[in-house]
């Protein structure tokens, strides 16, 4: 298999499984909604609960991963104002906090909706700068339901991360920018692969 050295990925979570209990590795148009009770946080990759897939989100010794885009469902149904939130975990250390590093749950649905215009919802909340997950991390992006009394039924919920994977020598590259103090993007990955072989065919010259 050829090996695609930067590609950009979009994965998408839903609280659907088939007969509305567990976990699912592929979509099926008859998957029921798995409840949700308050306050449960769940993972969107390995959490158990809907479209999940078989192992953690980790990169190798030979990835670099820039987390791009990240949004959830404002609510469970009619609770707005205390609806989803989405969090980015690395390794063990949750990357949304308050200003005194005590935990919080994240960025409110009702800041990032997913699906956009979800109930004519704006967008309020880019994620800027983008989040670096380094070779040999583990990442995660949870999400938990707030505000309702009891486990929410017959609503479906969803979360939505955009990354870009960079592999092998594109991987190396992200790094030394890195190290460079220059943001890791194609654009800056491509404009120091121009700058390598323009320096090289200088030598030669």
């Known amino acids: 298999m050829k090996n695609m050295a930067m590609r950009s990925q979009i994965y998408e979570w839903t609280n659907l499984a088939p007969n509305g209990t567990g976990f699912t590795l592929f979509r099926r148009s008859t998957d029921g909604t798995v409840a949700l009770t308050a306050g449960t946080t769940t993972s969107v990759f390995i959490g158990g609960i809907g479209y999940n897939i078989t192992k953690p989100a980790e990169t ?116 030394k920018l890195l190290e460079l103090g220059i943001s890791v993007s194609p654009a800056n990955v491509d404009w120091y692969k121009r700058s390598l072989i323009q320096q090289q065919s200088s030598v030669v010259a």
């Open 60 to 175: 190798t010794a030979t990835q670099f991963v820039v987390i791009e885009d990240v949004a959830c469902t404002p609510d469970g149904g009619t609770q707005l104002q205390n609806g989803g939130h989405a969090q980015i975990r690395i390794n063990t250390t949750n990357y949304f906090q308050n200003p005194d590093v005590t935990q919080q749950d994240g960025i409110p649905g009702l800041a990032a909706p997913y699906p956009r215009g979800y109930q004519n919802i704006l967008k309020t909340f880019d994620l800027y700068p983008d989040i670096y997950v380094l070779p040999g991390q583990v990442w995660d992006v949870l999400v938990t339901q707030r505000g309702l009394a009891v486990a929410v039924t017959n609503t479906e919920l969803q979360a939505f991360v955009k990354y870009t994977l960079y592999d092998g020598p594109d991987a190396l590259i992200a790094n």
